[in-house]
């Protein structure tokens, strides 16, 4: 059962047309998963129309008309300057890529020194993915459970971090609605994330089923049932730290690429990811984020 908490939180800010690309960085790095994307920086994605504002909202998406790309089809990858410990981060998402073969999209947060100030992924799919994967990484030692989570959501493992993999502790979402194609499909909704010393809980929102008190900007958790996914049980406080927030569009890589062959509508289309991104331009108009909002809040002392 999830037992109600007394917990009320505080306005930190909010990230919104008006500031986010100031607030933001873009990373235009190596990608550090291997894929076959080239993140572009700020003046880049402006000038290709690969980042900017939207129906209200910010706008983050994949190049989706150069066929064969040299290394890489661009995308986009920003990074909150602001760092945090603890909070209530409430992102309302309009669209996220669909569930397209070869993309492999996030909504996380992250800290420095990975993975030893933890790593938080609040929205995680590859390619055909019609369901949420909510995952949390770590260096060794943390292990949590998954009492209070939504009865339909399953751990996938209690080890956030496996010194012989990076699979982290992960939970398995059974909704359609709550990802990718599904997601898109009904104007997408809200993800509300509580970070505390006790736990870290995921919460998501169809847009026609938003809490009064989150459009009302006094969010309160207490009110919202189980979580869709919650991790507890272990020293939160030793592992997550410093984390920034993050959003990406990845292509290929340590995920949608090497198991590429796992889904076979995708390996039935290309041999390989690679050779799929390439050659299919237009298969990515999909592949972009319209984020209206994300909220952070404080706990009050």
């Known amino acids: 059962m999830y037992a109600p908490r007394s ?27 291997h894929g076959f994307v080239q993140y572009v920086d700020a003046q880049t994605a402006n000038s290709l129309g690969l980042a900017g504002t939207s129906s209200g909202g910010i706008f983050m998406g994949t190049d989706s ?26 992102a309302d998402i309009a669209h996220m890529p669909g569930s397209i073969c070869g993309v492999w999209p996030a909504f996380w947060m992250v800290g420095p020194d990975w993975p030893n100030s933890g790593e938080i992924d609040i929205i995680e799919g590859f390619s055909t993915q019609t369901t949420n994967s909510i995952t949390l990484h770590t260096s060794a030692g943390l292990t949590v459970n998954n009492e209070g989570s939504d009865p339909s959501t399953s751990l996938l493992g209690s080890d956030c971090g496996p010194s012989s993999t990076n699979a982290g502790c992960g939970q398995k979402t059974t909704d359609n609605q709550n990802y990718g194609d599904g997601f898109n499909a009904i104007g ?3 993800y ?15 847009r026609t089923n ?8 006094a969010p309160n958790p207490d009110n919202w049932g189980a979580p869709l996914a919650k991790f507890s049980g272990g020293n939160i406080d030793g592992f997550f730290k410093n984390n920034q927030i993050v ?23 290309a041999p ?23 909220s952070v809040y404080n706990q009050a002392q």
Do not use: M
């Open 210 to 217: 938003i809490p009064a008190d989150v459009k009302s900007s």
């Open 188 to 190: 997408g909704g809200v």
């Open 192 to 206: 509300a994330t509580e970070w505390t010393s006790d736990h870290i809980a995921v919460w998501f929102f169809p």
């Open 247 to 269: 959003f990406n569009t990845a292509l290929c890589g340590d995920l949608a690429g090497n198991l590429w062959t796992s889904d076979p509508e995708c390996s039935a289309l």
């Open 7 to 33: 917990t009320q939180y505080t306005l930190n800010v909010v990230y919104d047309q008006t500031n986010f690309f100031s607030s933001f960085d873009f990373f235009s790095e190596a990608d550090p998963t």
């Open 272 to 294: 390989t990811c690679e050779d799929y991104v390439a050659n299919n331009a237009a298969a990515f108009e999909e592949a972009f984020w319209i984020v209206n909002s994300v």
């Open 65 to 90: 008309t150069t066929q064969n790309p040299p290394g890489g089809r661009k995308s986009v990858r920003v990074t909150s300057q602001q760092q945090f410990t603890h909070g209530l981060f409430v």
